[in-house]
């Protein structure tokens, strides 16, 4: 292994973990801005207001990315297994 492929397979890594968790953390800041607008509108500073929608959108987000996640999860898997004899030579 040289130090070119083990740089290369972590940054593969890295992007594909940034690519699953996209979603999720989208959604998040998106609910995050509207409930501070909405807060700041109505001059509501209440700290749990802002968790619990929070939550529900990043899970209700993870729900419908969930298949998406899934498929780049078994393709990079599937194709780390199939060329692992390739990567210990």
């Known amino acids: 292994m040289t130090p070119e492929f ?45 968790f619990v929608p929070k939550i529900l959108a990043v899970f209700i987000a993870l729900l419908v990315a969930f298949p998406w996640i899934m498929d780049k999860m078994i393709t990079y898997t599937r194709d780390l297994f199939l060329n692992f004899p390739q990567y210990i030579k």
């Open 6 to 50: 083990v740089i290369g397979f972590a940054r593969q890594a890295i992007e594909i973990t940034l690519a699953i968790s996209m979603p999720m953390l989208g959604v998040g800041l998106i609910v995050g801005v509207l409930i501070s607008i909405i807060q700041a509108a109505t001059q509501i500073q209440e700290m749990t207001l802002t």
